[in-house]
């Protein structure tokens, strides 16, 4: 299996932790479709890319909207396994396998750091598709280690963006800490007859999309931290927290000298947008 010669031992992964000089970026990704997952289309390719335009990391964290827990976790395994939470897709999709390594250390690591809360170190969970859709595309060798941690589905946006402060140390440590979700998604709104035409969005879509583009432009986190109150079109954007709040988390990660990147700046279905941005 890739990557486990590379990583076997923990104390060698520990040891290559060391802090260096330049910060790993940190990015918000915009993942929409499982089938992204296994399509070369333009959202893929820019994955791919993306990958070749940072530093190869040491390791990922990811913080996916589809692992959504009654407190924070983060997976404790060797080799987490590949999760398939989604029905009605074709068996290709299914039958995609991403063998990354974990890193136990990694999460011990990034566990001690946090003190809002307690950490549980995950055995039951793995890689959604949240992660595996993008990273398989960014680093389709699977021979760096990958992790999720999880999201409190009982706190509020301003506790995660605390939260998420505390683990600035590891963009010291040559880690690349992932958020995936999507800044608009209302599935219940989908124009699922307009899935296959190019950036169609419906007008509150694109006017929240821009907004929240201005507001990460401008350095405003506490509006973005406080969305519910944007007024209507932001409740219909954002109808439920689970896909928003990785980009809270890496609103708290950027600093002060990070450039701003938007890229997959498109809409689909008319009530999703795939819009992401890098810091860094």
Known sequence: MTGINSFSSLKQFTDNLEEQEQLMPVVFVGHGSPMNGIENNPFSQRWTQLAKEIPTPK???????????????ITEMDFPPTIHDFGGFPQALFDVQYPAPGSPALARETASLIHTTKVELSHDWG?????WS????????????????????TKDAKYHYELAKEIHALRKKGVLIMGSGNMVHNLRMVAWDKLNEPEFG??????????????????NHDSLIHYQQLGIEAQMAIPTPEHYLPLIYTLALKGEKDQIEFFNDKAVGGSLTMTSVKFG
């Open 127 to 131: 890689l959604d598709h949240g992660t």
């Open 202 to 219: 419906f007008g509150w879509a694109n006017h929240m999309n821009n907004k929240f583009k201005e507001l990460i432009q401008n350095g």
């Open 134 to 153: 993008i990273v398989r595309h960014m680093y389709p060798k699977a021979d760096i280690p990958v992790l999720q941690l999880s999201i409190d589905y």
């Open 59 to 73: 390791a990922v964290l990811v913080v996916s909207a589809h692992w959504f827990t009654k407190g924070t976790m």
